[in-house]
C-alpha cells in the first residue's frame, strides 16, 4: 500500500484525489493495527475490545446514515436550492449584501 501511494504521488502530485484516498486507507489501516497491538498489554485490552465490538455494531447505523445523507443531497440538486449558477431569485439576491436565504418565508 506504501508503495502505491509513493508511486502515485510521484507520478502525478500528492494532492489528486486518488493519492489522498491511498492515503486515508493506510492511516486507518495502522490504526487498526496499533490497536490490535494494544490488545497485547493487559490495561488496554478491554479498552481495545469495545472500540471494536461499538464499530461493529455502528455499521449498520453508519450506512443507513449515509444513504440518507446521499439521498437528502439528491433532492437538493434536484430542486436546484443554493445553485448560484441558475439565474434566479437566489443569484440576485446574492448580490445583496443584506440578504439571507429563508427571509423572504
Known sequence: ??????????????????????????IAQSIIRTFMFMRIIKQYSPIVTMLTQVTKDLRQFLLLYM?????????????????????GDLKTAKEKEDWYPGIEF
Request: glycine share 2%; with cysteine; net charge positive.
Open 1 to 26: 500500500m506504501c508503495v502505491v501511494m509513493s508511486l502515485s504521488a510521484m507520478a502525478t502530485t500528492p494532492f489528486t484525489t486518488f493519492t489522498r484516498a491511498i492515503t486515508i486507507i493506510q
Open 67 to 87: 444513504i440518507s445523507l446521499f439521498l437528502f443531497s439528491q433532492v437538493l440538486v434536484v430542486l436546484g436550492i443554493a445553485n448560484t449558477t441558475l439565474p
